[in-house]
Nanobody
Framework: QVQLVESGGGSVQAGGSLRLSCAAS????????MGWFRQAPGNERVFVAA????????NYADSVKGRFAVSRGNAENTVYLQMSSLKPEDTAVYYC????????????????WGQGTQVTVSS
């Protein structure tokens, strides 16, 4: 069993930055790939970024490539999402997830989820 707790959400103006954190706990948590998804009102949950268990491989949605960066600190079992050049369309609830492969972009393939953190970007 893996528990995930996100933090770092908030409100920011377009062009600004935020860093989300996800604290993971549980058995063998450092062996899981970690991902970020987001869900805007009325929309399905969509892939944002992911990182492999050892941090060597990352994967990004085209909409955030070059603006967002995912990283992980295995010593503290934490994964980060650094978001820069934020746009109003980035507004959503952001969810941290744990799974087997960082290449998986379908939310159904990720087994563990956090409670989500709201990110609001104003124009």
């Amino acid at each position: 069993q893996v528990q995930l707790v996100e933090s770092g959400g908030g409100s920011v103006q377009a062009g600004g930055s935020l860093r989300l954190s996800c604290a993971a706990s549980g058995r063998a948590v450092s062996t899981y790939a970690m991902g970020w998804f987001r869900q805007a009102p009325g929309n399905e949950r969509v892939f944002v970024a992911a990182i492999s268990w050892n941090g060597k491989n990352t994967n990004y949605a085209d909409s955030v490539k070059g603006r967002f960066a995912v990283s992980r600190g295995n010593a503290e079992n934490t994964v980060y999402l650094q978001m820069s050049s934020l746009k109003p369309e980035d507004t959503a609830v952001y969810y941290c997830a744990a799974g087997s492969l960082s290449t998986q972009r379908n939310a159904r393939d990720w087994g563990y989820w956090g409670q989500g953190t709201q990110v609001t970007v104003s124009s």
